[in-house]
């Protein structure tokens, strides 16, 4: 059974920092391409970042671009997300997904507040 489990979440002031943990089992992490996506209090999900399996190459949506890493560390089937400089706007439900699995697998997320 796939399973994603999400952590690292909180309540953060402007500017600060966070850094997001996806712990996968239940498939072969190492050659599963991986995203991030978020979902804002009354909006829609959004994809903010991916990391391809083979190469290691990594995307980013341009609202998190150079604030936000994604990494992975296969040994330990972990993806992480590094989120830095964050603003109010980046408060939502924060969630991995597989992306080139059979079919398309996300965890619970982790709820991130970006509040003075």
């Known amino acids: 059974e796939v399973q994603l489990v999400e952590s690292g979440g909180g309540l953060v002031q402007p500017g600060g920092s966070l850094r997001l943990s996806c712990v996968a089992s239940?498939?072969?992490?190492?050659?599963?391409?991986m995203s991030w996506v978020r979902q804002g209090p009354g909006k829609g999900p959004e994809w903010i970042s991916s990391?391809?399996?083979?190469?290691?190459?990594?995307y980013y949506a341009t609202s998190v671009k150079g604030r936000f890493t994604i990494s992975r560390d296969n040994a330990r089937n972990t993806l992480y997300l590094q989120m830095n400089s964050l603003k109010p706007e980046d408060t939502a439900l924060y969630y991995c997904?597989?992306?080139?699995?059979?079919?398309?697998?996300r965890g619970q997320g982790t709820q991130v507040t970006v509040s003075s």
């Open positions: 990391i391809n399996s083979g190469t290691g190459s990594t």
């Open positions: 239940g498939f072969t992490f190492g050659t599963t391409d």
């Open positions: 997904r597989t992306d080139t699995l059979p079919t398309t697998h």
